[in-house]
C-alpha cells in the first residue's frame, strides 16, 4: 500500500470514527475528569492487584516447583528450567494477541477464560509423567493464560482511574511482589505435605480466585455503546499488524537492493523510524541482556541454597524477601522518579548494574545470612528494573511511538527469557556449580547497564554528526554574491 494512501484512509477512519463517537467521549471525559475515581474504580484496582498476587506470584515461585521437579524426575537443571522459561516467552508473544481480544470482547471476559485455561493447564500438569509433556502443559497453556489475565490487567485500571493514575498502576502491580512472597512459603509447605503434584493441584484451585477477580472487571458505563466501534477499531487494528509485517518484509527486500525506487516510500513507515532511533535500538539491546539473566534468581537461588546445605525452613524465605523487596523499590524509587532532578535512565541503568554486582557476589555467599542480604538488595533493584522501564521507554521513543515500540520489546524479550534460565542450567550441568552461572548473568546485567549509560552519549554523537551534514549541506548550496545580483537585475 503507497504510504500517502495509508495516510489519507487513516486520517478518513479517524476523522469518521471522532464523529460517530463524539457524545460518548465527552461522557468518558466527564466520567475520567471527576474529582475522585469512583468506588468502581477502586474495586478494580484492588481486582487487578489479586490478579498480580496470584499470576504473577505464582510464575514468580518457579524456584520452589523447580527444585521439586529436578529431584521427582532427576533431570538436569537446565532442561527443567525450560519449564518455567517458556511460561514467560509464551506469555510475551501472546501478548499483542491478549490485547486484541481485550478490544473486542473486553476486559472480564478475557479474564475470565484465560483463569479458566490456567487451571485447566495446571490441573493436567499434576498428572504429567515427564518433563516433556509440562513443557506444554505448565508451559504453554499456563504461558497463554498468563498472557490473557495479564493484560486487561493492565488496560482496566488506566480505563478507571483518572486522578488517582499512577497510584493505582503502582498498587495493582505490586501484587506481584506480595503475591510472589505468600507464594513461595505456600508451595513450600504444599510440597512438603502433599508433594509436587498435590501442590500443583492445590494452586490450579487458587487460579480459579481469578475467576472472581476478573467478575469484578467492571465495565465503564460507556462501554455498551461503543462496543460495535470497539469491534472495528478490532479490525483495524488487525489489518494495521498486517500491513506492519508486509512493510516490514518490504524493508528487509529493499535494504538487500539499494537500487529500488521504493526506499523512500518505505523508510517512511514507523517501523523504519524506530529501527532508526539510536536511542531505542540501544534500549532494546539492553533489555533483551537484562531479560536474559533477570529471572535467573527465581529459579535457581533455592536449589543454590540446598547445594549449601541450608536447612529448608530457611530456604523458604529466600524467595519472598525478594518479593517484598521488590515492591518496595517499584514504590519508593517510582515515587522519586517523577522528581524533576532525577534522570530515570541513570536510576534504570543503575539498578541494572546493581543487579550484575549481586549475580556476580553470589558464589562467594555461603551462609543464609549472606543470601538474605542478596534477595533484599537484589529485589529492591530489580523492582526499579520493572517499575522504570517502560517510563524510560517513553521517554525514548515518545508517547505516540509506545504501542508499536512496546510490541517490538515483547518480542525480543519473549526471545531473551526464553533462553535465560535453560542457559543458567546449562551451566551448571556442564560445571557441577553455580559459580560460572551467576558470573554469566552478572555479566549480562553489567552489559545492559553500559549500554543504557552510553545510549544517550551514542544519541549526542549521532546527532552532532547529522548536524554537521546538515551544515556541510547547505554551505555548498549557498548562492554567490554575483548570482544574488543577477536574480536582482
Known amino acids: 500500500m503507497p504510504q500517502e494512501d495509508a495516510g489519507i484512509t487513516e486520517d478518513s477512519s479517524l476523522s469518521q470514527h471522532k464523529q460517530d463517537g463524539a457524545d460518548e467521549v465527552e461522557q468518558v471525559n466527564v466520567d475520567n ?17 489479586g490478579i498480580h498476587a496470584i499470576f504473577h506470584g505464582l510464575a514468580l515461585s518457579f524456584g520452589v516447583i523447580f527444585a521439586e521437579l529436578v529431584d521427582y524426575f532427576n ?16 506469555q510475551s508473544v501472546s501478548g499483542p494477541a491478549a490485547g486484541i481480544l481485550t478490544d473486542k470482547y473486553g476486559c472480564r471476559t478475557v479474564t ?33 493464560a498468563f498472557a490473557l489475565v495479564s493484560v486487561p490487567s493492565k488496560v482496566i485500571v488506566n480505563q478507571h482511574m483518572k486522578q488517582r493514575r499512577s497510584l493505582a498502576n503502582c498498587v495493582s502491580s505490586s501484587g506481584s511482589g506480595i ?53 472495528t477499531d478490532s479490525l483495524w487494528h488487525c489489518v494495521g499488524e498486517l500491513l506492519f509485517i508486509v512493510q516490514s518484509v518490504e524493508w528487509c527486500y529493499i535494504a538487500v537492493r539499494p537500487k529500488s525506487g521504493l526506499r523512500r516510500s518505505c523508510c517512511q513507515n514507523d517501523f ?34 540446598t547445594d549449601l546445605k541450608i536447612k529448608e525452613t530457611e530456604i523458604s524465605w529466600l524467595l519472598p524477601i525478594i518479593g517484598i523487596a521488590s515492591v518496595v523499590g517499584k514504590l519508593f524509587f517510582g515515587w522519586l522518579g517523577d522528581f524533576k532532578l532525577v534522570n530515570n535512565r541513570h536510576l534504570l541503568a543503575s539498578a541494572v548494574m546493581m543487579c550484575g554486582i549481586c ?50 520489546l515483547l518480542l525480543s524479550q519473549g526471545v ?45 554523537m549521532w546527532r552532532q554528526r547529522k548536524h554537521d551534514q546538515n551544515q556541510t549541506i547547505s554551505t555548498l548550496t549557498v548562492p554567490t554574491p554575483l548570482e544574488i545580483l543577477l536574480v536582482n537585475s
Open 272 to 305: 523504519t523510524k524506530l529501527v532508526g532511533n539510536i536511542q531505542f535500538c540501544f534500549f532494546l539491546m539492553s533489555n533483551c541482556l537484562a531479560m536474559i539473566a533477570v529471572y535467573t534468581p527465581y529459579t535457581h537461588l533455592p536449589k543454590r541454597a
Open 33 to 49: 475528569d471527576a474529582g475522585h475515581d469512583g468506588v468502581d474504580g477502586w474495586v478494580v484496582v484492588f481486582s487487578s492487584f
Open 359 to 408: 549475580a556476580i557476589a553470589t558464589p562467594f555467599l555461603t551462609t543464609f545470612p549472606m543470601l538474605v542480604g542478596f534477595a533484599v538488595v537484589f529485589g529492591v533493584f530489580i523492582g526499579v528494573f520493572f517499575g522504570t522501564r517502560n517510563v524510560v521507554l517513553v521517554d525514548v521513543v515518545g508517547v505516540e511511538n509506545f504501542s508499536k515500540s512496546y510490541g517490538i
Open 112 to 144: 475470565i477464560c484465560g483463569a479458566a485455561i490456567a487451571a485447566f493447564g495446571l490441573i493436567t500438569s499434576s498428572f504429567a509423567s515427564s518433563i516433556s509433556v509440562l513443557y506444554f502443559t505448565y508451559g504453554v497453556v499456563f504461558g497463554i
Open 179 to 231: 503475591g510472589g512472597a505468600a507464594l513461595s512459603a505456600g508451595l513450600h509447605h504444599l510440597s512438603n505435605t502433599y508433594g509436587w503434584r498435590g501442590m500443583i493441584l492445590i494452586t490450579a484451585s487458587i487460579l480459579l480466585n481469578g475467576v472472581v477477580f476478573g467478575g469484578l472487571f467492571f465495565p465503564k458505563k460507556h462501554r455498551k455503546a461503543a462496543q460495535g466501534r470497539f469491534i
Open 75 to 90: 533431570t538436569g537443571r537446565g532442561e527443567t528450567a525450560w519449564v518455567g522459561s517458556i511460561v514467560f516467552g509464551v
Open 416 to 460: 531473551s527469557t526464553l533462553i535465560g534460565t535453560p542457559m543458567t542450567g546449562w551451566i551448571y550441568d556442564a560445571t557441577s556449580e553455580y559459580s560460572a552461572s551467576f558470573f554469566t548473568v552478572g555479566s549480562m546485567f553489567l552489559a545492559s547497564s553500559v549500554i543504557l549509560f552510553l545510549q544517550e552519549k551514542v544519541e549526542i
